[in-house]
């Protein structure tokens, strides 16, 4: 009976123990609300300034989808010719074809034959040849007729005489297809270097604008590759006024118009890796062999072996002083291993 809680008075009740339950209530919340905002501050990235490297290829485009920007996914000429080169060999097997007389030179011991042609200084004609090819191997094998306005050739046509009205449902052959490049590169005296890169910008613009190369878009999407290679790569790039005197019917107007919608569609991207280049450049070899397109094979002579060592002596004076500079990292050891060093023919 005298005590101060009982049944009937609640421990709630007192003043005293309320204010201090409602302070350790709100101690309570406090911490939660600080748990809280750390939970939210180590799962929330802080805002920051994006690097041109994030921003220099499209995110919602995949690794193996941007071959003209990584050097590590395939080439899409390369995989669209494989079916063309399986179906081939396939048939000469079920028909027994002989692969007739080799034409391709090997070297021997007393022979030794090379080409003209190195990923450096590519030779022009072969080099035409194979991005034509590969050109040709796109529009054969593409996967719909996506396309745009700009590059429709019978609403901007290259000609006076315009195109035929079944113009879209033929596609041109290889030889077709050379001539019209092999016309534009002698009348503007462009590299074998321009070709590469113009393939490398060409396929760019198949992934980043998600349309096809067909028998209505062809010359005007090779003419526009060809604009921007030759003003990215050349130093003393061709006007457009230039072009318009190698294709007489077009207009500056139109160059321009197709040039800037060409740079739109790209996202202004026009770097070109030493890697992709070079990643390009042997897939076009692999392209020539597989359809037989062999580059001009000389036996090496005299005057040119002199001239490869020349090339190559002139390689070692130059990285002379830089493997001097890698020996004296370690003087220890200078008088316990010798590093032996062999003459290389730079071909």
């Not at 809680?5 to 709100?26: D, F, I, N, Q, Y």
């Not at 490297?53 to 071959?67: K, T």
């Not at 007489?248 to 739109?264: A, G, P, Q, S």
């Not at 790209?266 to 597989?290: C, E, G, H, M, T």
Request: with cysteine; hydrophobic share 35%; charged share 25%.
């Amino acid at each position: 009976m005298g005590n101060t809680v009982t049944c009937c008075v609640s421990p709630g009740a007192s003043p005293k123990l309320s204010r201090a339950r409602g302070a350790t209530e709100r101690q309570t919340a406090a911490a939660d609300v600080y748990e809280v905002e750390l939970e939210l501050a180590e799962t929330v990235p802080e805002p920051r300034l994006q690097h041109i490297s994030d921003r220099e290829f499209p995110d919602e485009l995949a690794l193996e989808s941007n071959p003209s920007d990584h050097p590590r996914a395939s080439t899409i000429f390369l995989s669209k010719s494989q079916t063309d080169v399986r179906e081939k060999r396939k048939s000469n097997h079920f028909n027994h074809v002989s692969p007739g007389q080799l034409t391709k030179k090997y070297s021997s011991c007393s022979t030794i034959f090379l080409d003209d042609s190195t990923v450096s200084q590519p030779n022009l004609r072969s080099t035409i040849k194979c991005v034509t090819l590969a050109i040709y191997y796109h529009i054969k094998n593409r996967d719909s007729e996506r396309s745009l306005n700009i590059f429709d050739e019978k609403l901007h046509p290259l000609t006076r005489e315009g195109v035929p009205d079944d113009y879209y449902k033929h596609d041109p052959d290889h030889k077709h297809i050379y001539r019209f490049v092999r016309t534009l590169f002698s009348a503007a005296q462009l590299t074998a270097e321009c070709a590469i890169v113009t393939l490398v910008y060409l396929e760019r613009l198949l992934t980043y604008a998600e349309i096809d190369i067909c028998p209505s878009n062809w010359k005007r999407i090779v003419l526009g590759a060809i604009l921007l290679a030759s003003k990215v790569w050349d130093d003393q790039a061709v006007w457009n006024v230039d072009y318009c005197q190698i294709l007489k019917d077009i207009t500056v107007e139109d160059m321009n118009e197709m040039e800037r919608h060409f740079l739109e569609l790209l996202q202004f991207n026009i770097n070109v890796p030493a890697s992709v280049y070079a990643k390009y450049y042997f897939d076009l070899r692999s392209l020539a062999d597989d359809n037989n397109l062999s580059f001009l094979l000389e036996p090496l002579s005299k005057d040119r072996a002199q001239k490869l060592e020349a090339i190559s002596r002139l390689c070692e004076d130059k990285y002379k002083d830089l493997s001097k500079a890698a020996m004296r990292r370690s003087f220890s050891a200078d008088n316990l291993v010798g590093i032996r060093r062999s003459n290389a023919i730079i071909s």
